[in-house]
T-cell receptor, first 113, second 118 residues
Framework: DGGITQSPKYLFRKEGQNVTLSCEQN?????MYWYRQDPGQGLRLIYY???????QKGDIAEGYSVSREKKESFPLTVTSAQKNPTAFYLC????????????FGPGTRLTVL | AQSVAQPEDQVNVAEGNPLTVKCTYS??????LFWYVQYPNRGLQFLLK??????LVKGSYGFEAEFNKSQTSFHLKKPSALVSDSALYFC????????????????FGKGTKLSVKP
């Protein structure tokens, strides 16, 4: 988990509210990712960003939004349009070369009340 | 379509016995393969990767994996399991389609829960 921080660790939200999950990295990595993890479904890609000021939708982007204004930061907003937001959210980063592994943060568990 | 399969939801092993966690893949071209471990309520930790070279790859915590091109497999192994190895293990392959800047994206299997009993 070193070098990538996610906050908060636990987050509770009422239905209809938007919430923003923080992801910061001090590894000087170019690429950053957001995944959603549900029991028995592995990791599903929400959004990714290869460079600052650019990002692309992943496999399950509906109901989510991101920004990449700084190299070290990639916040994820879970909007009220996301119908089933309760999940464990993981942020990851990767250095420039395409073949490298991704490094993960400790995760944020979001619960909708 | 590119995919990764982990055919076992759970693997049970006695402490001190060898362990194997299975992974098969389907991609075009030469695959880049990865193994990660996840402890409860934690992020994923990188264990090892295969990009090229020797088919037997050694990684962290005594784990190793064998790349088999003919069987399209990349099974994770350890000669002697520890109770502390109990965790969720993920196999991943690099996305080779390179659509919309997807270079470096990973496709993950659904994970295998390893349980090591004393």
């Amino acid at each position: 988990d070193g070098g990538i921080t996610q906050s908060p660790k636990y987050l509770f939200r009422k239905e209809g509210q938007n919430v923003t999950l923080s992801c910061e990295q001090n590894l000087n990595h170019d690429a950053m990712y957001w995944y959603r993890q549900d029991p028995g479904q592995g990791l599903r890609l929400i959004y990714y960003s290869q460079i600052v000021n650019d990002f692309q939708k992943g496999d399950i982007a509906e109901g989510y939004s991101v920004s990449r204004e700084k190299k070290e930061s990639f916040p994820l907003t879970v909007t009220s349009a996301q119908k089933n937001p309760t999940a464990f959210y993981l942020c990851a980063s990767r250095p420039g070369p395409q073949g490298g592994e991704q490094f993960f943060g400790p995760g944020t568990r979001l619960t909708v009340l | 379509a590119q995919s990764v399969a982990q055919p076992e939801d759970q693997v049970n092993v006695a402490e001190g016995n060898p362990l194997t966690v299975k992974c098969t893949y389907s991609v075009s071209g030469n695959p880049y393969l990865f193994w990660y471990v996840q402890y409860p309520n934690r992020g994923l930790q990188f264990l090892l990767k295969y990009i090229t070279g020797d088919n037997l790859v050694k990684g962290s915590y005594g784990f190793e994996a064998e790349f088999n091109k003919s069987q399209t497999s990349f099974h994770l192994k350890k000669p002697s399991a520890l109770v502390s190895d109990s965790a969720l293990y993920f196999c991943a392959v690099r996305d080779m389609y390179n659509r919309e800047g997807s270079q470096g994206n990973l496709i993950f299997g659904k994970g295998t829960k390893l349980s090591v009993k004393p």
